[in-house]
């Protein structure tokens, strides 16, 4: 599976949904999706790139781990919370610009993602967990 494309009545985005589909590299979210369950990229390492829909309000525990083509992400405003690992060792990650509405980003979700270069700094955020960790070598 190299390409797929969500409907319109999908609001939220179940666990596992493309869970180790190596060749996965375009994906279409659709306007209306609140949310990205747990492990739903998981290891679809062709994955270089997703926008997000507008409507995005939490993206789950390891959403995106090992992902390690994504370089690009948008993040909407109206996003509330990245759960623990979401993008964990996305190596080609290169910035992190956050929306002034994220309040939670869970731990280690960018570990290991080590081609950041730029991290914005978030107003609204009440929870950090470590979210670093090891991202950006010393």
Do not use: H, W
């Not at 926008?51 to 994504?70: R, V, Y």
């Not at 992400?73 to 690992?85: H, M, N, R, S, V």
């Not at 002034?100 to 869970?106: C, H, K, R």
């Amino acid at each position: 599976l190299e390409k797929i494309s969500f409907g319109d009545a999908i609001k939220t985005l179940p666990k596992q949904a493309m869970f180790g589909c190596p060749k996965l590299c375009d994906v279409t979210l659709p306007d209306g999706l609140t949310s990205i369950g747990e492990q739903a990229f998981k290891d679809c390492t062709a994955l270089s790139g997703i926008e997000f829909p507008a409507s995005l309000k939490s993206i789950g525990n390891q959403a995106f781990i090992s992902c390690t083509a994504l370089s690009g992400i948008d993040f909407p405003e109206g996003l509330k919370e990245i759960g623990d690992q979401a993008f964990f060792r996305c190596t080609a990650l290169t910035a992190l610009v956050f929306p002034n509405s994220l309040t939670t980003i869970g731990g280690s979700a960018f570990s290991g993602c080590t081609g950041l270069k730029y991290v914005s700094t978030v107003p609204a955020l009440t929870t950090l967990a470590a979210a670093l960790s090891a991202a950006v070598p010393a």
